[in-house]
C-alpha cells in the first residue's frame, strides 16, 4: 500500500472515527483467508479441551517449512502481491496486488494465460469459487468482480461500496458473495452483481475482513472498532460483538467446524472465539506486528497466520507453536493460505514476492 492510501486512511480517520480507534495509519489493510489443510487429526493426537480441539503434550514445534520451489518462480507482478488463493483443485494458484492484474499460475510457478485486467486499482483480495469456475476480486476502485478462469467477466461490475472493498469470498454454495469495505459496510451479493440485502452496517469505522460460516448461514466480520461480528444472512447481527482486541481487528477466519474463530489484530494479538463470543485462553503468544492475514487447515488442527513482522507463524489448534517462524524475506507478509491437500503453504507480499512453502513432520525431516 502506498503513502496516499496511507494519507487518505489517516484523514478519513481523523475526520470521522473516534481518536480512541485510531492506530498508526502507516499501515498496509488485509485480507483474509480460511482455506485449510486435509490432515488425519486422530493421528495428530487431538483431544478436547474447553470446547476446543487441542493437541495433547504438544509444545515443542512438530511441522517444518521448506520452499517447495526456487526462487525464479511466479515471476510477473509489478509492486507487492496483496493476495493469494488456491484453486480447489489444488493446481493452481490466483494472485493479485498493486499493478491492478489478476494472475493464474501452475504450482511449478509458470504463468497460465494472459493477467486478467480491469479493475482500475490494486487488487486487495482474490479468492475461488468453491466449484473453481469462477474468480471473485476486489479493489481500490470500490467494486468487486466476478471472472471466468479464462479472465473473461463473468457478470457485471459489483458497484455499491463507496470506499475501497478489502475483503470478499465466496459462500461455501457459491451462490452468493459477501464484500467488506473502507465504507464501513457489509453487503451480500448474487453472483449476477446484485445487492441481496440493504447494506449491513454495525461497525464504526472500516471493515478489514469478512468471511462465511462454513454452513453459509452466518457471515462474520472484523473492524476498526476492535469488534468482531457475527451476522446472519439477512444483516441482523448474532449476539453481541466479540469484544477483546486493544486495535483495529485486522483479520478473522472460521475453523472448517463452525466452532471457534480467530482474529488478529493491529498489535500482533491472536485471539481465538467459541462461535459465541467466548474468548478463549489461546495464543500465549503472537506476531510483532499486524497480523494480516489468518488461514485454518480443512481439519481444524493447524492455524497459520502472517504478519506486517515479516514471519509467518503455523500453530497447533491450542495455540501452541506448531512449526519454527517463517521468514519468507521482505517486511510484509500480506496474504497466507493452505492448498486442499494440506501440504503446501502459499504466501505473498511486496516486491512481487509470491511464495509456495511445503509443510513436512519434524519427524519425517529428521528421518532423512
Known amino acids: 500500500m502506498n503513502v496516499l492510501r496511507f494519507a487518505h486512511f489517516a484523514l478519513i480517520s481523523a475526520l470521522l472515527c473516534p481518536a480512541s480507534l485510531i492506530a498508526d495509519p502507516l499501515r498496509p489493510t488485509l485480507r483474509v483467508a480460511a482455506d485449510g489443510m486435509s490432515r488425519d487429526t486422530a493421528r495428530a493426537g487431538i483431544s478436547a479441551g474447553d470446547g476446543v480441539a487441542t493437541l495433547a503434550g504438544q509444545s515443542e514445534p512438530r511441522f517444518t517449512l ?4 526456487d526462487t525464479t ?14 484453486a480447489p483443485s489444488g493446481e ?18 509458470a504463468a497460465v494465460g494472459e493477467p486478467f485486467w480491469g479493475h482500475e486499482g490494486r487488487i486487495n483480495i482474490v479468492a475461488y469459487s468453491p466449484s473453481g469456475d469462477h474468480i471473485l476480486s476486489g479493489s481500490n476502485d470500490n467494486t468487486v468482480r466476478l471472472w471466468q478462469r ?40 448474487s453472483l449476477e452483481g446484485e445487492p441481496l440485502i440493504a447494506p449491513i452496517k454495525g461497525h464504526q469505522g472500516r471493515v478489514f475482513s469478512v468471511a462465511f460460516s462454513p454452513s453459509g448461514k452466518h457471515i462474520v466480520s472484523a473492524g476498526q472498532d476492535r469488534s468482531v461480528r457475527l451476522w446472519t444472512l439477512s444483516g441482523e447481527p448474532v449476539g453481541q460483538p466479540f469484544v477483546g482486541h486493544g486495535n483495529w481487528a485486522l483479520s478473522v477466519a472460521f475453523s472448517p467446524s463452525g466452532e471457534h474463530l480467530v482474529s488478529g489484530d493491529v498489535n500482533g ?10 474468548a ?12 494480516e492475514s489468518i488461514a485454518f487447515s480443512p481439519s481444524g488442527a493447524l492455524i497459520a497466520s502472517a504478519s506486517d513482522d515479516g514471519s509467518v507463524r503455523l500453530w497447533n489448534a491450542d495455540g501452541t507453536p506448531a512449526a519454527e517462524a517463517l521468514r519468507p524475506g521482505g517486511e510484509l507478509v500480506l496474504d497466507v493460505t493452505f492448498s486442499p491437500n494440506g501440504q503446501l503453504l502459499a504466501t505473498s507480499g ?13 519427524s519425517a525431516v529428521e528421518a532423512r
Open 66 to 69: 521448506k520452499p517447495a520451489l
Open 150 to 189: 479464462n479472465g473473461e467477466s463473468a457478470a457485471t461490475i459489483f458497484t455499491g461500496h463507496s470506499d475501497w472493498v478489502l475483503s470478499a469470498a465466496f459462500s461455501p454454495s457459491g451462490q452468493h458473495i459477501v464484500s467488506a469495505s473502507a465504507d464501513g459496510t457489509v453487503r451480500l451479493w
Open 92 to 109: 493452481h494458484l490466483a494472485t493479485a496486488g498493486h499493478d491492478g492484474a489478476i494472475r493464474i499460475w501452475t504450482l511449478n510457478g
Open 73 to 86: 518462480a511466479f515471476v510477473g507482478h509489478r509492486g507487492t502481491v496483496e493476495s493469494v488463493a488456491f
Open 280 to 291: 478463549l485462553p489461546r495464543f500465549s503468544q503472537g506476531h510483532a506486528d499486524w497480523i
Open 269 to 278: 494479538k491472536l485471539q481465538m472465539w467459541t462461535r459465541t463470543g467466548k
Open 350 to 362: 511486496e516486491k512481487g514476492a509470491v511464495d509456495l512453502w511445503r509443510l513436512a513432520p519434524l
